[in-house]
């Protein structure tokens, strides 16, 4: 085969995976689909991530194995059931219903194990058999001597304590930046530098991210602030992430499934590209019929690489970006000074940092700089609930805090422009004039008073003078 052919039926695969992919993107996304990461919740409360392959069996751990193909194709939110080891069936849905109160109290109640008949090797040879969890959980609760006993409030934990244990009831959950965001903050809060998700709907609605716009993002928190860029602007628009390395870490864009013109929005550049005295290396073009397979393949994808880096060094630079979002390890005023001259005027700046005297001497530096307008820091404050019908009151353990915001607005000051003085400034210079003008008054008044002083001192010592003289004549005639 030639190699004018291989390109040929390079670039017909080429415009078939387009093709492929524009349908994909035209089906509706509430189904659940194969080669896509998905959510599950477990019985026991936990978010197990699994990326979806057709015809392949999904480990859930103790909660059972089930086989992909029983919910590729069904929509997501219904609740399934393991079954007959690896077949799964949809159950319907328990609704909160209201406790009945009732007279009964659990002062005569103690923890004794003994109270329940069912032992441990009873139940596991119940589980051999087949029982699916809700009856294990079923005979359970009818061979607790003193369940009767229980309050309505105490009998719907101890259920709910043994569907944890022993139901086989997962639930496939869409992933959506909240669903991301709790999976990450509930494994491993430091990878997203602590940010909680009211903390991340404020940095895109202060940075008013919306369609159509150009953002600058530095994001060292795995993509998560980079994701929720990406989910607003749907498409329509560019987000330029800006990394350490020689490749980005932005790990959580991949769980959120998004479409090919979602993902050709994201540009990335690492810090030492960002500077124009990196010069980058030129390219060595090849004629592409001359080359095998494998060499045409590894050439490709160095000169595609290469255009990307050249084409994104040329956008950031172009500037007149519509906003700068940080959160970064790095001191803020060395990022603000390497890529504000890329952030057009009257653009919000927003920083984020978990701990407050970090951005404390960053407010400093933008009320010295004349470039930022009204820079205030925030903090955000959230207490979640549990919502059940006559249960309602504050989460027991909650997050201590949200992290920080500093977000002002970017001035573009035109040195060749006459200054504007300010109304108060203007007042301020005519009260030092009408000041100095009575200053000048007072002095020549002072002035003129000590003239005459010292003239009438001047005219009483020549009178003196003169009298001296006479008197000093006439005794020399008296000689």
């Known amino acids: 085969m030639s190699a004018v052919s291989q390109i040929t039926e390079k670039e017909d695969t080429f415009i078939k995976t387009e093709e492929n992919q524009e349908e994909l993107e035209e089906q509706d996304t509430s189904l659940i689909r194969d080669d896509q990461y998905i ?18 069996n999904v480990s859930l751990g103790k909660f059972g194995t089930f086989y992909s193909n029983g919910i590729i194709g069904r929509p997501f939110g219904h609740s399934y059931e ?14 909160f219903h209201e406790v009945d109160e009732t007279d009964a109290n659990n002062k005569e109640i103690l923890d004794d194990p003994s109270k329940q008949k069912l032992s441990y090797q009873e139940i596991e040879k119940l589980k051999k058999q087949g029982l699916e969890g809700q009856d294990i959980i079923k005979k359970m609760v009818e061979s607790h001597s003193a369940f009767d006993q229980k309050t309505e409030y105490s009998k719907a934990k101890y259920i709910k304590r043994k569907e944890a244990k022993f139901s086989r009831i997962f639930t496939p959950v869409k992933p959506t930046l909240y669903s991301v965001w709790e999976y990450f903050f509930s494994k491993n809060p430091g990878k997203i530098r602590d940010m909680r998700i009211d903390t991340l709907s404020q940095i895109l609605s202060l940075a008013n991210v919306r369609a159509y716009t150009k953002m600058l993002v530095v994001d060292d928190t795995q993509g998560l602030v980079i994701t929720g860029v990406m989910e607003r602007l749907g498409g329509y628009g560019i987000v330029l992430g800006i990394h350490d390395g020689e490749n980005h870490n932005y790990d959580i864009v991949r769980y959120m499934n998004f479409s090919k013109k979602v993902h050709d929005s994201l540009l990335t550049l690492s810090w030492q590209q960002v500077f124009k005295e990196e010069i980058q290396e030129p390219f060595n073009y090849q004629d592409e019929l001359t080359l095998s397979e494998k060499d045409l393949k590894y050439y490709l994808r ?17 500037g007149e970006f519509d ?8 001191q803020p005023e060395s990022v603000l ?6 952030v057009s005027g009257s653009r919000p700046i927003i920083i984020y940092h978990i701990n407050k005297e970090v951005l404390i001497n960053a407010c400093v530096y933008m009320k010295i700089s004349k470039k930022f307008l009204n820079p205030q820091i925030t903090e955000s404050w959230l207490r979640q609930y549990q919502v059940l019908p006559g249960r309602i009151h504050p989460s027991m353990s909650t997050s201590g805090g949200g992290g920080y915001l500093l977000h002002a607005t970017h001035i573009v000051i035109n040195e060749s422009l006459p200054t504007p003085i300010p109304s108060y400034m203007k007042q301020k210079d005519k009260l030092e004039e009408f000041n100095k003008s009575d200053n000048n008054s007072s002095t020549e008044e002072s002035n003129l008073k000590i003239g005459k002083t010292e003239s009438l001192n001047n005219e009483n010592n020549l009178a003196n003078h003169e009298e001296l003289q006479e008197t000093e004549n006439k005794r020399i005639k008296l000689d």
């Open 82 to 95: 393991i079954y007959d080891r690896c077949q799964v069936k949809v159950i319907k849905n328990v609704a």
């Open 302 to 318: 160095r000169k595609i690489n290469y255009e990307r880096i050249r084409d994104t060094r040329e956008i950031l630079w172009k």
């Open 337 to 342: 000074e390497t890529l504000m001259p890329y």
């Open 39 to 56: 959510f599950i919740q477990l019985p026991s409360g936990n978010i197990k991530v699994v990326k979806l392959q057709k015809d392949t």
């Open 323 to 330: 906003g700068l979002i940080v959160a970064s390890q790095y």
